[in-house]
């Protein structure tokens, strides 16, 4: 599986930014896709994920801002983030999971200041 994430860069507080993960070499449909992000000295955290069957998870802290999709056709998961805060700054990674094979992509960074 090989996951290949785009979308990040500057942004200013307040502003919007859409993040997309394109997945290859596997049945995109059965996995669980996910997007993680990992902050300097911080530890990775799940922000949004969703199943196969469309079930839907977000951190508490990006609730009401960032919304997570699939398109299984394109085999791509996109988090559009609204309302960007400094403390979204952060590297951002797709993740999936196939029947508990976690795979990871490489990154992308986004920052928010001003």
């Known amino acids: 599986v090989q996951l290949q994430a785009s979308g990040g860069g500057a942004v200013q507080p307040g502003g919007s930014r859409r993040l997309s993960c394109t997945a290859s070499g596997t049945i995109f449909s059965f996995m669980i896709m996910g997007w993680y992000r990992q902050a300097p000295g911080k530890q990775r955290e799940l922000v949004a994920s969703?199943?196969?069957?469309?079930?839907?998870t977000y951190a508490d802290s990006v609730k009401g801002r960032f919304t997570v999709s699939r398109d299984n056709a394109k085999s791509t998961v996109d988090l559009q983030m609204n309302s960007l805060k400094p403390e979204d700054m952060a590297v951002y990674y797709c993740?999936?999971?196939?029947?508990?094979?976690?795979?990871w992509g490489q990154g992308t960074l986004v920052t928010v200041s001003s």
């Open positions: 993740q999936a999971n196939m029947l508990g094979f976690i795979y």
């Open positions: 969703v199943s196969s069957g469309g079930l839907i």
